[in-house]
């Protein structure tokens, strides 16, 4: 099985403090790792796994359902809380799905969350169609690439396997479910011109969550994944304040080597 370029995990060992970043449904790390390596080159420990079925091809997909890519991110934060005093959760579109969760999930052990456009619901008609519809058929159009910065891409998958939207669409139901169990601190950053996820979903998690403290963030230059758009450096630099302010020792303890 051979991975997309770009689409690779990375993980960097730097200090006592954490960094857990989740990719978007079909897309994969490469959208988050000039934000892995901004954290990184401050000293961070960061992993940003590549999730079951994505980076490779959309048939690979097609076999995986939303327990496989929660369990990496499972797998991921309790190896994180092994070695750091502090764990941060950060996650893109679907990947903010699964911050939520562990966050819900995990109370304690997830010391904040930052996440930006996310999603936890499925939205059109076409979504209503999923339960006969991917019975009679395999895929649908792609997600990837809804960037506003010309010259930006996202490494993902043209076709979604509707077997796996079916899936998405349980593992919303369920972080919806679960949001008034966060508690912790969350920064939540959004596009308000997003062609994917609509701003109902970033007022819904604002609505629910049971966190006391919360920062709101507009991206104005950014479409879906600002995390590869105009906004990018904004995103990263508002993530490291957060997580400065919450576990002080952030960039006092020098970086490491890895990668």
């Known amino acids: 099985m051979t991975v997309l370029p770009g689409a690779e995990p990375f993980r960097h060992d730097g200090g006592g403090t954490g960094v857990l970043l989740c990719h978007g449904f079909t897309g994969s790390p490469q959208s988050l790792r000039p934000w892995a390596d901004f954290l990184a080159a401050r000293g961070l420990t960061v992993s940003l796994p590549l999730l ?21 991110v499972d797998r991921e934060l309790h190896a994180l809380r092994d070695r750091c005093a502090r764990v941060f959760v950060l996650g893109l579109s679907m990947g903010g799905a699964l911050a939520l969760r562990l966050a819900a999930q995990h109370g304690d052990a997830v010391s904040g969350i930052v996440v930006v456009n996310p999603a936890i619901a499925l939205h059109g008609a076409a979504s209503k169609a999923l339960p006969v ?4 058929v395999r895929t649908t159009k792609g997600l990837v690439g809804d960037i506003a910065k010309e010259g930006a891409f996202e490494v993902g998958y043209e076709r979604v396997p509707l077997r796996a939207a079916y899936s998405l669409g349980h593992l919303f139901k369920v972080v919806d479910a679960d949001l008034p169990q966060v508690t912790q601190p969350l920064v939540l950053l959004h596009s308000p011109e997003d ?11 604002l609505g629910r969550v049971s966190s006391t403290d919360v920062t ?10 600002a995390t590869l758009d105009h906004d990018a450096d904004r ?5 490291l304040a957060f997580i400065g302010r919450l ?3 952030v960039g006092k303890e020098g970086t ?4």
Do not use: C, K, N
């Open 235 to 239: 995103i990263f630099e508002e993530s």
């Open 52 to 72: 079951p079925g994505h980076g490779t091809r959309w048939q690979d997909m097609e076999s995986t359902g939303w327990q496989d890519w929660y369990a990496e």
């Open 133 to 136: 519809a991917r019975h009679l």
């Open 247 to 249: 576990a002080p020792s």
């Open 256 to 259: 490491a080597t890895g990668g």
């Open 216 to 225: 709101e963030i507009l991206l104005e230059q950014s479409y879906h994944v």
């Open 195 to 205: 062609h994917v996820v609509p701003p109902s979903d970033s007022a819904r998690v």
